[in-house]
Each structure stands twice: as C-alpha cells, then as structure tokens.
C-alpha cells in the first residue's frame, strides 16, 4: 500500500488550496482517509478523516467550515479542499489510511502514511 500527496504549495491568506492522496494497492473503499498536519516543534493533529464505510466525515474545530473531505472511490483519491486559509494553517500535511476505520482522527490508529506535502500560507 503506497499513498502520495499532492497539491501543497505557497498561498496567500484567503487563498485556496486542493490537497490529494492517491491510494495504491488494493480494497481502497475498505480504508478509512485521514488528513493530518505537523508544523515544527508541534504534535502530529487530526485535520479531517473520511470513514471506509458510510462516508462519516470529521474536521477539527480550527478547519471547521473551511476544509472539506471528500473521496472518489472510482480514482483511489481523498481530497482536501482548503478554503480561506490562514497563516496558522501553514504545516506538511499528510494523508493516512486505516483499514475498516471509522474516520477517527487518532493517530495511532492510521499504520499507512505517506510523505506529507508542505502548505504555507503567507503574504
């Protein structure tokens, strides 16, 4: 199982950015997608998860109304859509997956991660 971002990049406040994570392997839609970031000195943080199952998604409070998660089965692909984004969003996100999850955002649940792509948000 190989997963590999895409889309990271040097925005301004208010800017936008689109986030992908290309699954490679096999029962893709048996794996629940989780967004995570990690900026210097800090904590690993869940940012949003997508469940394998029903689509339950999760966002933490600070992406709450300006990230969205969303997956295309069909493309092996999650996506992260982010909007209005401020400088305290600037970090190296990553993309993990969990097999049957249900989109928590724990990280010791997630045991497949891929290399993280950088998000700076600066003027």
């Known amino acids: 199982l190989r997963l590999v971002e895409s889309g990271g990049g040097l925005v301004q406040p208010g800017g936008s950015l689109r986030l992908s994570c290309l699954f490679s392997?096999?029962?893709?839609?048996?794996?629940?997608i989780g967004w995570f970031r990690q900026a210097p000195g800090k904590e690993r943080e869940g940012v949003s998860c997508i469940s394998s199952s029903d689509g339950r998604t999760y966002y933490a409070d600070s992406v709450k109304g300006r990230f969205k998660i969303s997956r295309d089965n069909a493309k092996n692909t999650v996506y992260l859509q982010m909007n209005n984004l401020k400088p305290e969003d600037t970090s190296v996100y990553y993309c993990?997956?969990?097999?049957?999850?249900?989109?928590?955002?724990?990280?010791?649940?997630?045991?497949?991660w891929g290399q993280g792509t950088q998000v700076t948000v600066s003027s």
């Open positions: 993990a997956a969990d097999w049957g999850g249900l989109g928590y955002p724990n990280v010791a649940e997630y045991a497949h």
């Open positions: 392997g096999l029962a893709f839609d048996y794996y629940a």
